[in-house]
DNA sequence: TTCGTGTAAGATATCACAAATAACATATCA
DNA sequence: TGATATGTTATTTGTGATATCTTACACGAA
């Protein structure tokens, strides 16, 4: 962690649940059909999902290092746990084993960019046109009322704004019905998060024309219209990526 | 591991680290450009590539129960390099956290199937497009002579054709030149794999259409025919699947 | 059936080790 | 004499092994 850009961790524990919720489950909910899932907690989990949370909202940088034993004081754990989320992480492309058994947040580099870009276009329209088939107007609706929720909250801070965006995409992705596909996606997500930390959460000019394309997008799904659908994902992923176009010309290491 | 198929692990470390190391990097040699990379290997690695094997060659049936403690037995190390690769293929989406804390391999499911199966035509036909785009006369020559060392190869256990078939995949994928996409396909056939274990080593009348796909893909590849190319692909990837409909019964987990 | 107990297995913490890096000191050459 | 190169030591940090803890499940007695 050489550049970080917070002293603390944000806490978006509780948003995070709750999107982590709209993983559409393969296997049948292990407890009781009716009750929540109920499920046991462990410490790896935990600190899993805060570094995940950590990623998503950019407060790692590009190139940045990380240190076992410094994350297992801040989570108050062994390194054990730590390790394992850790390792977690790498398998998702979000950490990367650098030399000298370092680990690294994945420099910025722009055929990394280039990669990541076509990548989640390709894949989230795949789950998008799913979703479109698939979505009740009662799905639609929710879509709606994130999108809603999301306006009238008052003091929006870019973090606000970064976790309904996220929310809207993946709540759209889960109605899509493809736990693998979905796992990719989160772990697209988890690549982009850092050069989130690039632009330092000074994204509120493109937030506009971004819930403008979520609703085009909510639109499109009341047509069945599963092109428009895309094409309005399609601008909207781009929008992310053309913010950080200024940044790529690969800077050092 | 209820029901095993075999006594030890296929041996097929080798064919494994050649064929890993078609995955496009995107960072550069670390090392020295002529001399070998080097990289040190660690006990978590050595096991992760074992299993990954075992997995893709169907060593592990659907609904299989692991044991960390028996695997780190086989394996001569103590759990812990053992829990990390067990913990990757989690993540890889090979294994699934079962209820009472075990490690499952992912029951046969009509669901997962078709998931699967709609996830692999999908991102392989895309990365099948970005090959044909940037495939070299040089690259279509090197994956012909997969196909035909595949089929000279005299003693021809279903393993063998498992692995060429695998290799003449990966290759093409490679060429791709996405590390991202990449990943996602090796965490489909790992999720594959465990099915490949239902059907036995029986796979044989098969591999003839499989060799024609292949071929096409090389000939579409050559003419530049991105869409005649995935076409070919997704015949292939339909056959593979359509083998295990006969078992698609929902098998009592 | 119900409750307790034993056992098995994963989860966590801790210890020991090795590799890598940095810091410092010494040597060599211009 | 000053600058660069080389060798040595100390510290950091990931890796692997082991001990301990917790939980889940099975079995048996009341």
């Known amino acids: 962690m050489s550049q970080e850009s917070a002293a603390e961790f944000p ?7 709750e999107i982590g919720s709209a993983r559409p489950d393969m296997e049948p909910a292990s407890g009781m059909p009716g ?11 935990l600190v899993y999902d805060q570094l995940k949370d950590a990623f998503m909202v950019g407060y790692f940088a590009p190139g940045d290092y990380l240190n076992l034993r410094e994350l297992a004081d801040r989570f108050e754990t062994s390194i054990t746990p730590v390790r394992e989320a850790v390792r ?30 076509q990548a989640r276009i390709g894949i989230e329209s795949m789950i998008t046109e799913m979703a479109v088939a698939r979505a009740t107007p009662h799905d639609l609706d929710a879509l709606g009322s ?5 306006v009238s909250k008052n003091p929006k801070t870019p973090i606000d704004e970064l976790t309904s965006n996220r929310k809207f995409h993946f709540s759209l992705y889960g109605i899509g019905g493809s736990p693998t596909l979905f796992r990719f ?10 050069f989130l930390n690039l ?4 994204i509120d000019p493109d937030i506009r024309g ?5 609703r085009r997008i909510i639109a499109a799904a009341r047509d069945g219209d599963a092109l428009a659908a895309k094409q309005a994902l399609v601008a909207d992923i781009s929008r992310s990526f053309d913010i950080l ?3 790529t010309q690969d800077s050092a290491d």
Chains 1, 2 share one sequence.
Request: cysteine-free.
């Open 11 to 17: 806490e978006t524990s509780f948003e995070k649940a």
């Open 35 to 45: 009750l929540g899932p109920a499920r046991q907690v462990n410490l790896r989990e």
């Open 88 to 117: 977690r992480l790498v398998a998702e492309g979000a950490l990367i084993d650098a030399p000298g058994r370092a680990l690294r947040v994945p420099p910025l580099r722009r055929a990394h960019l280039i990669d990541l870009r």
């Open 146 to 150: 994130i999108l809603d929720g999301a």
């Open 185 to 194: 996606v989160e772990s697209l997500w988890l690549q982009y998060g850092p």
């Open 199 to 202: 632009i330092h959460y000074t």
């Open 210 to 214: 971004s819930h403008k394309d979520h």
């Open 245 to 247: 176009d200024a940044y």
